[in-house]
């Protein structure tokens, strides 16, 4: 883990800390970074809807992974 100062607006930290039920500052800092990489991340997978061609079922792909069965 890093150590960083930042400056952030006191009533943004209250309620950022409020709407996430964080118990200390960092913790609502670090919530919001994971949500909004997780945000980001589902963006560009919605994104590549209908541009990618699966040659096999979802069903095959199943079936023939020793790890799933």
Known sequence: MSRTTITLPKSLLEEL???????SKTEAVVKAIKDEIRLKKMA???AMAGKIEFVKSADKLRHENERLR
């Open 44 to 46: 560009k997978i919605k």
């Open 17 to 23: 800390m409020s709407e996430l039920e964080a118990k």
